[in-house]
T-cell receptor
């Protein structure tokens, strides 16, 4: 069974630009969660989508947004990039039940210059 | 107040010993608890999950949960150098759909 895939794996942008990251979950999984990982803050929850609906959102500014498509693939977008947005962005896939075992993709390393 | 707390380490144990990793959480309503292993430069890998009070064993790994004390731990028996990694404790949020992570404990297993 294929795992979670994320593209691109690495990205370099400059301040003020916007970026779109993509995630394809494990086949059969309908929930996709996004996390930001930085050395200082650790892993922080961004948002979660299930059947194209956002069910939960973390404490991030509105510059961070996402969506999910009918095939469960998800994208997240960050507009007006800031230096502090440099991080590893991780996507996690799950069945979406209450017990919520989440499986992570390899991540996208975003560097903002 | 941080919702999930872990000792950052590093925790150093000799090869063959038992490594004990601990985690406390603040939300009494949490129902599911997870341990992830993250090697440097890699993404987190799920190694254990536990929902009920008590112990759960899987190979060399044992997860222990005490909801009354809001405490979850991971024991690694017969530790190997390949177990050297950061171990992340994660707890489901009130909504059940988001995971709150601790900052991780760095484990070093020395030959």
């Amino acid at each position: 069974k294929a795992g979670v895939t994320q593209t691109p794996r690495y990205l370099i942008k400059t301040r003020g630009q916007q970026v779109t990251l993509s995630c394809s979950p494990i086949s059969g999984h309908r929930s996709v969660s996004w996390y930001q990982q930085t050395p200082g803050q650790g892993l922080q929850f961004l948002f979660e989508y299930f059947s194209e609906t956002q069910r939960n959102k973390g404490n991030f500014p509105g510059r961070f947004s996402g969506r999910q498509f009918s095939n469960s693939r998800s994208e997240m977008n960050v507009s007006t990039l800031e230096l502090g947005d440099s991080a590893l962005y991780l996507c996690a896939s799950s069945l979406g039940t209450n017990y919520n075992e989440q499986f992570f993709g390899p991540g996208t390393r975003l560097t903002v210059l | 107040q941080k919702e999930v707390e872990q000792n950052s380490g590093p925790l150093s144990v000799p090869e063959g010993a038992i490594a004990s990793l601990n985690c406390t959480y603040s939300d009494r309503g949490s129902q599911s608890f997870f341990w992830y292993r993250q090697y440097s430069g890699k993404s987190p890998e799920l190694i254990m999950f536990i929902y009920s009070n008590g112990d759960k064993e899987d190979g060399r790994f044992t997860a222990q949960l005490n909801k009354a004390s809001q405490y979850v731990s991971l024991l690694i028996r017969d530790s190997q150098p390949s177990d050297s990694a950061t171990y992340l404790c994660a707890v489901n949020s009130n909504s059940g759909y988001a995971l709150n992570f601790g900052k991780g404990t760095s484990l070093l297993v020395t030959p």
